[in-house]
């Protein structure tokens, strides 16, 4: 039987070498990569094009929004699993949103985490059941207040959420640049660009925009900081 190939994507080394022996030794899986950065996973996945990725949210560099997002773009016959400490309505939705197909948190046992990867491998969705049950209340009342909503604000690129994230992580214009291989110019231009689409007007604000949807943790821009 052919095993199921796997990218873990976590940024803890420790978690990674548990999750690499657990599915190792359960014989049905191939851990084919292991990344520590969001971009990192974005390019492990479209080089390896595994069939699942187990991913964390609070990832350096790129988080798992954004890193599932780009996946799913560039390898869209790869799956994404959520593995984190993370159960916020908020991270749940967000992480469905973007095309993940299971959430799992970070409590549950070894044997539902396989269990969870063999059901999205055959085609399905796995969110543990107080996630699921969350997602489908939260999925019919965004419906009911449906026509209540305004206008939906312009989505972010994918070049916007990079510097977002790296800007409420602490870094300096210089640093934004060096990290994606662009000017200064450019970094200049995507933080006028951002602050002109959320309607915030400096770097503190869109730190605690970043913070309040999920994009950075708060204890990494203390940490930064």
Excluded at 90 to 97: C, I, K, N, R
Aim: glycine share 8%; with cysteine.
């Amino acid at each position: 039987m052919k095993r199921i190939t796997v990218l873990l994507a976590e940024d803890h080394g420790i978690v990674r070498e548990g999750l690499r022996s657990l599915l190792e030794l359960c014989g049905d899986f191939e851990v084919v990569g292991e990344a520590s950065t969001g971009r990192q996973a974005v390019e492990l996945a479209r080089k390896l094009r595994p069939a699942i990725v187990v991913m964390d949210i609070a990832m350096p560099l790129l988080n798992g929004f954004e890193a599932t997002r780009q996946i799913l773009a560039a390898a869209p016959e790869t799956k994404v699993l959520v593995l984190s400490a993370h159960s916020d309505d908020e991270y749940v939705a967000h992480m469905a949103a973007v095309g993940a197909s299971g959430y799992l948190v970070k409590q549950n046992s070894g044997q539902v985490l396989v269990h969870a990867i063999k059901q999205i491998v055959s085609g399905h969705s796995y969110f543990s059941p107080s996630i699921a049950k969350r997602l489908g209340d939260a999925e019919r009342k965004s419906r009911e207040c449906g026509a209540a909503r305004g206008k939906p604000s312009r989505p972010l690129t994918a070049r916007e959420a990079e510097v977002l994230q790296l800007v409420a992580e602490g870094a300096a214009n210089k640093q934004v640049a060096a990290e994606l291989g662009i000017s200064v110019k450019t970094v200049e231009k995507h933080r006028q660009q951002l602050m002109d689409k959320l309607n915030i007007h400096d770097t503190a604000g869109l730190t605690r925009h970043a913070i309040a949807t999920g994009v950075i943790e708060n204890s990494v821009q203390e940490t930064a900081g």
